[in-house]
């Protein structure tokens, strides 16, 4: 069973910071720096600050995914 995994990913350029949910964070990572990705493609190059397991399933990721992108959210971001 695989699980889902929130991620945190912060513009080198910008500062902004853009929060997903992915299997495999490593490769959409890769996937936002290479410009494949419309909403992060003018604010590379960008670095990995943030990981969360949120085990199998979606329903329960995607709730964590809006808290990260929520204002309390993202303000705790910031200070990582």
């Known amino acids: 069973m695989v ?3 929130v991620y945190a990913i912060k513009s080198e350029r910008s500062g902004r910071i853009y929060v ?11 996937e936002h720096n290479s410009g494949k990705v419309f909403s ?3 604010f590379r190059p960008w670095i ?18 809006k808290y990260w992108k929520s204002g309390i959210g993202k303000e705790k971001l910031k200070t990582k």
């Not at 997903?20 to 890769?30: A, Q, T």
């Open 3 to 5: 699980n889902y995994i």
């Open 48 to 65: 990995l600050v943030f990981l969360e397991n949120c085990g199998p399933k979606r329903t329960y990721a995607r709730k964590r995914e």
């Open 40 to 42: 992060t493609k003018g």
């Open 20 to 30: 997903g949910m992915s299997f495999d964070p490593e490769r959409r990572l890769k």
